[in-house]
């Protein structure tokens, strides 16, 4: 996958970024959100061996800004399900001074629409920690509903007890922002 829209892209991670992912992937500032504060302690090779197993079902993606990697996305088909048109996605801009720019609805709207569009996609679903109000109201400007709230249905890294949002989309109640 490529897709770019101004100065973002969008494109497949490659085995040359894991090293890249690995000190993202490693440093608790930016995994703290997704439960890991301590990082989830993944070595670059682990992290090449799993990009190299990437299909058309379960993608990792690099978002690069001016050609410069600042975060990463990722999507996966309901695993060991025929004919499934339900993707989830995830997302991180990692580096901290490009996050809060806009970058995120923006990046979203492109994968969303490459899926619903281009992989026929019928239905995009996502969760995030209930304390993380600056992606829920990301979410929601794109079109995504609060579908359920898990409370204290998860302990992080450190053993506290968190919650978390189920958020889904359809075709129809999509807000696309990279057009």
């Known amino acids: 996958m490529f897709i770019q829209y101004k100065n973002l892209t969008l494109r497949n991670a490659t085995v040359q970024d894991a090293a890249l992912l690995s000190s993202w992937w490693n440093d608790g500032a930016v995994m703290a ?11 670059s090779i682990e992290i090449a061996a799993r990009i190299k197993e990437d299909t058309e079902e379960h993608r990792r993606l690099i978002i690069a800004l001016d050609n410069s990697p600042i ?5 996966i088909t309901c695993p060991n399900q025929e ?11 990692c580096v901290f001074s490009e996050q809060e720019k806009g970058y995120g609805k923006i990046v979203l709207s492109m994968l969303i629409s490459f899926l619903f569009y281009n992989l026929g996609y019928q239905k995009i679903i996502l969760d995030t920690n209930l304390d993380n109000k600056r992606a829920q109201h990301v979410y ?40």
């Open 33 to 43: 959100h997704a439960g890991f504060p301590n990082g989830i302690g993944q070595e």
């Open 71 to 75: 975060g990463e996305m990722n999507y």
């Open 83 to 93: 004919n499934c048109k339900t993707a989830e996605i995830g997302i991180k801009i």
């Open 140 to 179: 929601e400007k794109l079109g995504f509903r609060k579908q359920r709230i898990n409370v204290n249905s998860w302990k992080n890294q450190l053993g506290e007890l968190q919650s978390s949002i189920d958020y889904e989309l359809i075709p129809e109640d999509f807000v696309n922002f990279a057009k």
